[in-house]
C-alpha cells in the first residue's frame, strides 16, 4: 500500500477512496452533526485545507469542501490535524486547545460528542479500525 504526506492530493484521494469504502459499515451516530473543518498551515495549496462531516451524508468521515451553515467550526493547524485524525496523539490535540491553534465556533457539545465523548462501544470501535486506516496510508515523517 503506498503511503503520502497527510493532505496531499494523493492522500486525499487515497482518504476518499477509504471512505467509500467504510461508508457502509459505519455505526449510527445518534444524533446528527453538520461540522466544517479547517485546518490551516498545510504544506500544501494555499495552506489550507476544509472539509466537512455530515453525519446524515455519509457518516463521521470527512470529505473536502465545506457546508452551509454548520453547527459548528473547527479551525486545526496541521499538527494538531495530523493528531486528531491519524496518529491520536492527545497531548497534541490538548496543546491546540490550550494555545488556540484547535478552536471550535459554534455547537462544542456536539463536536466532543463527534469525535469520541460519549461514543458507543461500536463507533468507537469503528473510529479506532479507521483511524488505523488513515494511519496506513500516510507517511510519518
Known amino acids: 500500500m503506498r503511503v503520502h504526506r497527510f493532505l496531499s492530493p494523493e492522500w486525499i484521494e487515497s482518504a476518499m477512496a477509504l471512505r467509500e469504502e ?3 459499515a459505519a455505526p449510527g451516530s445518534g444524533h446528527t452533526a453538520r461540522v466544517n473543518l479547517v485546518v490551516t498551515d498545510t504544506p500544501f495549496g494555499n495552506g489550507q ?3 466537512s462531516i455530515d453525519t446524515d451524508a455519509g457518516g463521521p468521515l470527512p470529505v ?3 457546508l452551509e451553515d454548520p453547527d459548528a467550526t473547527v479551525f486545526l493547524d496541521y499538527p494538531a490535524a ?3 485524525f491519524v496518529t491520536d ?3 497534541i490535540v490538548t496543546h491546540g486547545f490550550l494555545t488556540g491553534a484547535l478552536r471550535v465556533d459554534g455547537d462544542l457539545a456536539l463536536v466532543l460528542l463527534l469525535f469520541g465523548e460519549g461514543m458507543t462501544d461500536e463507533q468507537a470501535d469503528f473510529a479506532r479500525r479507521a483511524q488505523d486506516r488513515l494511519r496506513s ?3 510519518l515523517e
Open 49 to 51: 485545507f476544509r472539509a
Open 64 to 66: 473536502p469542501g465545506n
Open 89 to 91: 496523539d492527545p497531548d
Open 137 to 139: 496510508i500516510t507517511a
Open 82 to 84: 495530523l493528531a486528531a
Open 22 to 24: 467504510l461508508a457502509s
